[in-house]
């Protein structure tokens, strides 16, 4: 049976991200206790940096680093090195100041000007890490995701093509509005895990949220409103600002 979504309004996004914080310490330690390894996929955007930031820092000596595993649920098709790069932020605010083995890091290529193969190589690399037989989809022990106004979660956009795959893993997929391909995982990923955390800031997502979390809406106009993992917990981590559309 889906447990129902919990909801979980903070002040600030400082506390946001320290509840989000405390959520990645119980999990991580809890998944390494029960099963040796805790394995994560990060989100990108900005809302995320102070969560990483507070990793690397309060939390750090509360972590199994050499125990976690690292993968991102969406990347834009950049380099490394590009500002946009979610691998960069991340690599920037956290991994390249914890002790998390280098083998512990799985980056989408995501130089490769073939973005199709971007894709396909980082589900080969899902498929060999989880050991997954065809058909299988990985269970993530945390996934993050954030939400864009628009109602977009990973690179799950209003209206694009990704939000119809049923049987890949990864896909790139082509955003009109931005012109541009980006990776993402696809629903059965996303809704595969174990837990799934969103973590939404500030007023410019109030309206949308509301849409997402009280309104009957399409989900493929508001993506978002498409992930419900099937047998995982869904966390929403809000502050005050993104919540206060909310009727409840
Ligand atoms: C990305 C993200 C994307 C992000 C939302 C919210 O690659 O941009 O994965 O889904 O989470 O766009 O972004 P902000 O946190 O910057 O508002």
Redesign the pocket.
Known sequence: MKSAAEIRILTTPQELSEAAAEEVVRDANEAVKARGRFTIAL??????KNLFNLLATNARNALPWDRMYFFW????HVPPTDPDS?YRMADEVMLSKVPVPPGNVFRMAAENPDAARVAEDYEKTLRKFFQLTPGDVPQFDLIL????PDG????LFPGTAALQEKSRLVVSNWVEKLKTN?LSFTLPVLNGARCVAFLV??TD?AGVLKTVLEENASGEQYPAKLVNPSAGKLIWFLDRAAASSLSK
């Open positions: 989100s990108g955007g900005s809302t995320p649920g969406d990347e834009r979610n995701l954030g939400m864009g977009h979660t990973a690179s980006r800031s500030g997502k």
